[in-house]
């Protein structure tokens, strides 16, 4: 007969096991901050499994392995849990979106230097139009992943600071959220990963904190005209400092 | 052997050695726990690469009641790679699963068990199991399999599956004492 402790004890299981949906996986982790007894059976679990993981032999290490680490200590510190959903990219090259490691590192500077930097590239790339507004998409990692400069109520200028490899018969579309009511509108498509200016529709001037974010949809855009395909990164617009 | 729990703190203050000292002492095991997991060495790789960024911006929120410093570490890393074999990287990584035989898929998660000391009391309850049982917690701890794998790995239906991860995971608990 399965009894309460029983329920408890599997449950904990799983979850070590990661077994549980994601769903049931959050309702536990719940029930793991006020249920002293069942994060003791997490620990006892984890404690007694992880034997097996303390025994495995090591593998060879890359020599270039803690360069590339290194490389992204000075990266964003944890801002915390994104708003929405942001998928996790670059995990993998199997998966990746994200493949260049050396651009990963190098750009992925902390949020102040990208929102300087995109500032700059405005001031010594062509001179004026001055951004209104300068919004940094960050990934679901929390690096910085595009820079989205309005300039105009209809046009911005993307910078890319992922090296996003678009596959075939895919595109980036650039999204923002004038307003809750009207919902998200596009601004463009992206077929490379590569600084560009996009005319968007005629849109009332976009204001600070301004939803922006980049979605992975058809070549030839949603075919719904609302984001379809995975979000890779989103923020907010800023008012630049200049 | 170093001192995780040390090295953890020395992150939460910014020391760039802490970090180091631990990756030293760890990348290689923490490499091969990926290894069992996303069998592919480059994602492994790039698994314990992420871990240990994760482990520099979370080293201050590590609690020691919840458990070892050096469990911490190595459940990042799990974490990680069971994200990667469950979302957009699955297809390629499936099909490394299911090429494997039977055969193949069970000596490299009892190889894991052969690891442990001969005196390992984990090992002599795994032992005990039935095979049924031991195989369906080892391809899940070890193995990283969904319950949908495990059912096909050793052809039976999804809730068979289901029930005796369950029930291994309880007749474990129970010889454990």
Redo the contacts between chains.
Sequence with gaps: MSTDR?ER??LA??Y????LTEAEARAFEARLSEDQAA?AA??T??????????????????PA??E???A??G?A??FGPLPGNV??MG?????GLLRNDFWRGALAACLATVITLGTLFSLIDRGPPQPRLVVVLLTA?AEPGMIVEALGDREVRVVPLEAFVIPEGKAIELWTLPDPATGPVSLGLLREAAEKRLVGPRLPPPQPEQLYEITLEPATGSPTGRPTGPVLAKGYARVPQI | MIDHAAAIEGCARGD?QS??RL?EAE???L???A??I?R???????????A??QI???AGSYDPE???A??WI??IV???A???I????R???VDAHEIAELGERTSGVED??A???TN?K?KRCLDELDRAKRLC?LF???G?Y??GEIAGALGVPIGTAKAW??RG??A??DC?G
């Design positions: 029983d004890d599997a299981g799983l070590v096991l990661g077994q994060r997490v620990r679990i984890r404690e007694r499994l992880g034997e097996i993981d303390d025994a495995a032999p090591a593998e060879p290490v890359p392995l803690w590339r680490i290194e992204r200590l990266a510190p944890d998928v996790q995990k993998g090259k199997a998966a990692e | 760039r970090l180091k990756y990348a290689g095991r490499i091969a726990v290894l069992r996303v592919r060495r480059d994602i492994a790789e790039e698994v314990v690469q992420e240990f960024l520099w911006r979370k919840l458990g070892s050096r469990g190595t459940t799990r974490n990680r069971l994200n990667v469950r979302d957009g990287a297809e390629d990584l894991a068990v690891q442990l000391s390992s984990l917690v899940s701890y070890v990283g969904s319950h991860v369950r995971l309880l474990l608990r454990m």
